[in-house]
């Protein structure tokens, strides 16, 4: 064979090799900065030897896990099958399938298997949560009956929050609906009178966004209701009574609907005083900026020219940014910035006082729109329970700005309008 058509061919071939490498590193590195968009366009483009690993990966976080398992099952040898990532995304598959035994039996490969990938604490904390899922074992999954759209009456609470009447067993109480809990929560005396059936105490404790961990034991309401809304074997985790009391009793919770309910009700619109949910067809013109990481939602936001994820939570009062969004903006936020004390606590936590960098007057964007803060905190010291990736917690001191905020987890968007 010619000398010089050999090295051409060689020098092309190697050109392939690197490009793929390349990409493959570009996608793993924008999966792991919650840069999804970004990910599943680049990976669309390239389609390299991991492309069905990162469609699943992308169907994943826009709460499609049922189309994220088919993909992860048409990988053929690829070492990927046997990755840590691998597992850990078809573990959280099987969550959010409310496939429990599955989850549990993906979270023991996890720390058996793979426990090197672990921090100490990380290891701890996914053991602790394998004992949710083991508890869970025998459960049937969570379902909700078929509905188009439905309409309820809310109340904002003392504490600014917004909640909604669920009814279970003829008891009706008025429950905190948040889209920040990883989990529905509940005190034990609303799920006494609720029916739940309490399950076998498995010593599981939850670290609420404070950072304080409560001991809870893991209740199933056969059915509750929501207007005319039928939900079916939902999950709680049951608090004592004086985890969800503050202030001496002047401010009491009863519950929380929280992520794994909220996810599975289409577009959710919030107004003045109510809540729509809906199952009507999307028109899919909007440009997606809302994820599934786990069992919580991430929105897409920009600041200063970068587009970066922050964890939604629309049961916090007010947001706060923590130390990756300190650490990115580190000269303008210490120029401008001043240090105050701030008090503030979770469900099933005491009040913690954290210092904090103060700026005045500042902005963000949720793609045209712009979002004006009087107030922004950030942490400096603190990356918070959802860690170095995330930027910050959006509460209600920027979605209350708002008459409607539409939520989408079927379309993956959130929309802020005036």
């Known amino acids: 064979m010619n000398f010089k058509k050999l090295l051409l061919v060689f020098f092309l071939m190697a050109q392939v090799v690197l490009g793929q490498t390349n990409s493959d590193s570009i996608l793993k590195q924008l999966s792991k900065q919650h840069q999804f968009a970004k990910m599943d366009s680049l990976n669309n483009r390239e389609k390299g030897k991991d492309y069905y ?24 040898n690829n070492e990927l099958i046997n990755s840590y990532e691998f597992a850990k995304l078809k573990d959280d598959n099987y969550i959010k399938l409310f496939s429990y035994n599955s989850a549990y039996m993906a979270s023991k490969v996890l720390t058996m ?85 309490i399950l076998p105490d498995d010593d599981i404790s939850v670290e609420s966004f404070t950072g304080q961990k409560n001991k809870v034991r893991i209740g199933v309401a056969p059915e509750i209701t929501l207007g005319e809304l039928k939900i079916h074997n939902a999950v709680f985790l049951v608090y004592p009574d004086k985890a969800f009391t503050f202030a001496d009793g002047a401010y009491v919770i009863n519950g929380i609907i929280g992520f794994p309910i909220v996810k599975e009700l289409g577009t959710i619109t919030i107004e003045k005083d109510k809540l729509t949910f809906s199952k009507e067809l999307d028109s899919g013109a909007n440009e997606k900026n809302l994820f599934v990481d786990e069992l919580r939602a991430i929105v897409m936001l920009e600041y200063k020219g970068k587009t970066l994820p922050f964890n939604f939570d629309s049961g916090a009062k007010v947001s706060l940014f923590n130390k990756a969004f300190y650490e990115k903006f580190k000269t303008a936020l210490d120029q401008a910035g001043t240090l105050e004390t701030m008090k503030s606590s979770s469900a099933g936590a005491e009040v913690v006082s954290t210092e904090v960098l103060v700026l005045k007057e500042q902005q963000i964007s949720l793609g045209n729109k712009t979002i004006q803060l009087q107030k922004m905190e950030i942490d400096p010291k603190d990356y918070g329970v959802y860690g170095e990736v995330n930027f910050g917690n959006i509460g209600q001191d920027i979605l209350g700005q708002f008459e409607k905020v539409v939520i989408s987890f079927d379309g993956n968007y959130l929309k802020l309008e005036n």
């Open 53 to 76: 690993f990162y469609k699943g990966l992308y169907a994943n976080v826009c709460n499609k896990p049922k189309l994220s398992n088919q993909y992860l099952d048409s990988l053929k």
């Open 113 to 197: 298997k793979f426990q090197q990938k672990f921090t100490k604490e990380e290891l701890l904390d996914e053991i602790n949560t394998q004992k949710i899922w083991k508890t869970l074992r025998s459960t049937r999954p969570q379902s909700i009956d078929k509905f188009s759209k439905i309409t309820l009456a809310t109340i904002r609470d003392k504490a600014g929050l917004i909640t909604t009447e669920v009814k279970a067993k003829d008891t009706l109480a008025h429950f905190v609906f948040d889209t920040g809990a990883g989990i529905s929560c509940i005190t034990e005396s609303i799920a006494k009178k609720m029916g739940l059936k």
